[in-house]
């Protein structure tokens, strides 16, 4: 079963990105929900899903094999806040398992392995998106399932 598909845009003029006639990819269910969550939400000013278009990209070195690889991000946002003021999110979504250090088994498995490598390449690309929002005005922040659930 699929989980990607496209959502259509309520507030086509918040999103920044190349819309096709079909609307805006998403890669998975979570990233349908905050796709909803920003078109509908007034304090969104405008947003962008680069992962359909791969608008936008960061590089980072993979520690795995030492190679620079180009990270695209889920979301970038612009908010208005309570105290009205212009706030700029890069927005990553990630299974919780993934955003924390696989735990230790009695035996070690190749998929203990691959999830250490995950983990790792995660972290390199969390800490490359980081230092670009800093240089570029952007606040990174990792969402997981549990932020991501519409009630």
């Known amino acids: 079963m699929s989980y990607s598909g496209y959502y259509i845009l309520h507030h086509p003029e918040k999103y920044k990105g190349t819309l096709s006639e079909r609307g805006v990819k998403y890669l998975s269910l979570w990233e349908r929900n905050v796709i909803r969550i920003l078109d509908n939400n007034s304090n969104v000013l ?11 990209t960061i590089p980072y070195i993979s520690p795995v094999d030492k190679k620079l690889h180009r990270y695209v991000p889920d979301f970038f946002v612009k908010v208005i806040d309570r105290n009205h003021e212009e706030k700029r999110y890069l927005l990553e979504i990630k299974p919780l398992r993934q955003t924390e250090p696989p735990k230790i088994p009695k035996r070690k498995t190749r998929a203990y392995y691959k999830a250490c490598q995950t983990y790792a390449i995660n972290i390199a690309k969390w800490q490359a998106a980081a230092k670009w929002c800093d240089s570029h005005h952007y606040t990174f922040k990792l969402m997981t399932e549990k932020e991501c659930e519409i009630s």
């Open 46 to 56: 405008a947003w962008l899903a680069p992962t359909g278009n791969r608008e936008m």
